[in-house]
């Protein structure tokens, strides 16, 4: 009977350091993503869907839309990456990649160094979110 016992609180007290521990994972990721995924734009007179990481400061999260250089981001060399979902990436006559997470045999995942140009639109489609880092 007292091994019965000990047992149940060793469980119970299993089961609430787990559930302690997946709280603290909860608010710990809301508030570093609060804090990197920060609202801001090149320019304050277009905020859409831009977020800049003040970790790295030349960094971008695009989601979904039309982007405009010199207006929503700064003119440049990039590196893109996918940081989910799939869509297509496009800048007329400068790219046209279907970017994505999951199959690699469909989606390309990153491109290096591309430069746009001010006045260059950037489209992206669906549910894709990708990561801009300017390199120079």
Request: charged share 20%.
């Amino acid at each position: 009977m007292k091994n019965l016992n000990e047992k149940k609180k060793n469980i119970l007290a299993s089961v609430l350091c787990i559930l302690v521990v997946t709280l603290m994972v909860v608010v710990i990721s809301k508030f570093l993503s609060s804090k990197l995924l920060s609202k801001c734009c090149y320019d304050d007179s277009s905020c859409k869907n831009v977020s800049s990481n003040e970790f790295l400061p030349n960094s971008m999260l695009l989601s979904s839309g039309a982007y405009e250089c010199g207006k929503d981001f700064k003119e440049g060399t990039y590196d893109i990456t996918t940081a989910s979902g799939q869509g297509l990436l496009f800048c007329d006559g400068k790219i046209k990649l279907l970017m994505g997470v999951g199959d690699i045999e469909k989606y390309q995942v990153n491109c290096s160094g591309v430069y746009f140009n001010k006045g260059e639109i950037i489209h992206i489609s669906d549910d894709l979110v990708l990561i801009m880092v300017k390199v120079e």
